[in-house]
């Protein structure tokens, strides 16, 4: 065979083999189709919203700004969240034991018509060194009291931890070394309180850990060296409002 014709052969033979070659079905490509997660939307609620805050000095926002008060703050979080009208009434003072609101709750009369009420008290219980009984005895009128405002219903009910004054300048200053015997007091409080709402089905929030950062993280504390500081309220309202929404669910 002359080399001419041998090369137009190979030529030939190659074309045929590569159209063979291409005739073979190619492996199917798979792609992953992207994960979508749907919308993040927050539970529908009433239009309007009746909001009460029962309370002491922690309720009120002793030194600092009235709209750095946790009561408010959940009131414009709220707000923010929902095209709803929330109306907030306040009841506490700066001092005032559970004796003392339960004088206010029966001299005020505030109406049984609240879409939410939330619950603060017994600090000054043990700062006064007011005898455990008290509280034991009050706590509970008060929880059913709250109760009885929202509407009858247990569910809109909200009750905070009482926070720990030990881990603040004033009280590191003022009692020195019997500051764990504050905690340990304030532990034996948010204790009873806990578990008489939990046997209840009454919400209950713990924000007492946030107010012992107070002496490593000063943002935390107010100017008067004692109470929370609207930074703290800011991280009480979050740490409540899992429990809120459940609240004010239709």
């Not at 009433?46 to 703050?73: H, K, M, W």
């Not at 009050?138 to 509407?151: C, G, H, Q, S, T």
């Amino acid at each position: 065979m002359k080399p001419d014709f041998k090369q137009i052969v190979i030529v030939i033979l190659s074309g045929f083999l590569l159209s063979c070659s291409s005739d073979e079905p190619s492996s199917p490509i798979t792609t992953t189709p992207p994960v979508v997660n749907p919308p993040t939307t927050n539970p529908p609620i009433s239009s309007s919203v009746n909001y009460l805050a029962l309370g002491d000095s922690y309720t009120i926002g002793q030194s600092v700004c009235e709209t750095c008060r946790f009561p408010e703050q959940l009131k414009a979080s709220l707000n923010a969240m929902y095209s709803s009208t929330i109306s907030l009434k306040i009841i506490a003072t700066t001092g005032w034991t559970t004796s003392n609101l339960l004088s206010a709750i029966e001299s005020q009369k505030p109406e049984s018509n609240y879409d939410l009420v939330t619950l603060l008290i017994g600090v000054n219980n043990q700062y006064q060194h007011k005898s455990f009984s008290v509280y034991e005895k009050e706590f509970p009128e008060l929880v059913n009291k709250a109760i009885m405002l929202a509407k009858g219903d247990r569910k809109n009910v909200v009750v905070i931890s009482i926070p720990d004054y030990a881990y603040t300048p004033y009280g590191k200053s003022l009692f020195g070394e019997q500051t764990s015997t504050i905690s340990s007091e304030i532990d034996q409080y948010n204790s009873f309180a806990e578990n008489y709402c939990n046997n209840s089905q009454v919400a209950f929030v713990s924000i007492t850990d946030i107010t012992r950062m107070g002496l490593s993280n000063p943002n935390l504390v107010a100017s008067d060296g004692l109470h929370p500081s609207q930074a703290a309220y800011k991280m009480f309202v979050d740490r409540m409002m899992p429990k809120v929404k459940i609240a004010l669910q239709n």
